[in-house]
């Protein structure tokens, strides 16, 4: 392996982005390629293939064998607000192999007692986001309700390409959020991103069941998103 | 939390190495059959002195892994290994779970 090759693979890796490394076995050649890129020899379909499903392993191309170590960055959720839905949602997503963390700034809701062993932060979503922004591999979840709480990250959300975004709310609700987005300037194709009503239409009616139907979407955006140039 | 602060990936670990002037080989699972207890694409990075870091097994092969390393360092051709219950050094280094392992060993040049 050239150590050029192992410096792009680790800088890839440092900025969460995806990436295959893949070697020729007959002649040890190895190139990279990120996400949304296509390589010599290497149909563009199976990189798209290792880049959805995050699977290493051997493939043939045109009579040459090549080895593909697919490097997909460790997907997170942030979910915006402490509420009944999160706590649910904290519990299921570490199982589906998801980090999760919540911020909320109203100290009522962001208890340690009610999120025992989740990553809580209890202060305003644009302060907490300016340290640890959001990217293409986190999911971004905003249920608090509350323009004030919900709107900075979604915003943010829609300008990194997180690739889920969702809100909470009624119809109504988001008809409201709409025009208020539009005026923060995003165009209505970033817009028509934001899952919502949020999470999969399995007539979720609790929080728990709320929960699984967020947490289905984010799995379905995470697995079928569009790769660029692989599609 | 944090995979980029993840200072045992294998893969900084071989960067940094090099950086230090050590000879260094990267062993990769390239297929794996049976209960195999790395998936594929474990690494396990050795330096020209024998020391390592990572894994490509439980603990099974990696001495046998190690050996290999170093002849690769040395003449600078890869290698491919296969390890497992068929395989006739199996009583040595065999794989105690009955997996079968593909591992592909390269100089980092």
């Known amino acids: ?231 | 939390m944090n995979d980029i602060a993840n200072f045992d990936d294998p893969l900084l670990i071989a960067e940094g190495w090099k950086n230090e002037g050590r000879d260094v080989a990267l062993a990769t699972v390239i297929e794996t059959w049976g209960s195999a207890p790395r998936p594929v694409g474990s690494h396990l990075v050795i330096d020209g002195e024998g020391n390592f870091h990572g894994s490509v097994s439980g603990g099974c092969v990696e001495g046998a892994v190690i050996t290999e390393a170093m002849d690769v360092i040395g003449s600078g051709n890869s290698r491919m290994l296969e390890f497992g219950v068929a395989d006739e050094t199996a009583w040595r280094v065999g794989l105690s779970c009955g997996g079968r392992i593909r591992v592909y060993v390269e100089k980092v040049a």
């Not at chain 1, 202060?123 to 919900?150: G, Q, R, S």
């Not at chain 1, 609790?206 to 660029?228: C, F, H, S, W, Y």
């Open chain 1, 1 to 231: 392996m050239r150590i050029e090759t192992l410096k792009q693979l680790n800088e890839a890796k440092r900025a969460r982005r995806a990436a295959i490394l893949v070697t020729d076995l007959a002649t040890s050649e190895d190139r990279l390629a990120l996400e949304g890129e296509t390589l010599a020899g290497v149909s563009p379909d199976t990189l798209t293939k290792a880049f959805l499903s995050g699977k290493s392993g051997l493939v043939e191309d045109e009579g040459r064998s090549f080895f593909l170590n697919v490097h997909v960055p460790p997907p997170r959720i942030v979910v915006i607000g402490a509420v009944h839905i999160s706590q649910a949602l904290a519990a299921m997503a570490p199982a589906a192999g998801f980090d999760l963390e919540i911020i909320d700034p109203r100290t009522a809701f962001a208890t340690p007692e009610r999120f025992s062993g989740v990553k809580l932060t209890a202060d305003w979503p644009e302060d907490v986001l300016k340290d640890n922004p959001l990217d293409a591999f986190t999911a971004l979840v905003a249920v608090t309700h509350d323009p004030k709480i919900d709107d900075y990250p979604l915003v943010s959300a829609l300008k990194t390409g997180c690739f889920y975004i969702g809100a909470l709310g009624s119809r109504k609700t988001h008809a409201k959020r709409v025009e208020r987005l539009k005026e923060a300037g995003c165009t209505d194709a970033q817009i028509a991103r934001i899952s919502a009503p949020i999470g999969l239409d399995i007539g979720a009616s609790t929080p728990g069941e709320i929960a699984v139907a967020i947490l289905g979407d984010i799995i379905q955006a995470l697995r079928k998103r569009a790769i660029g140039a692989g599609t």
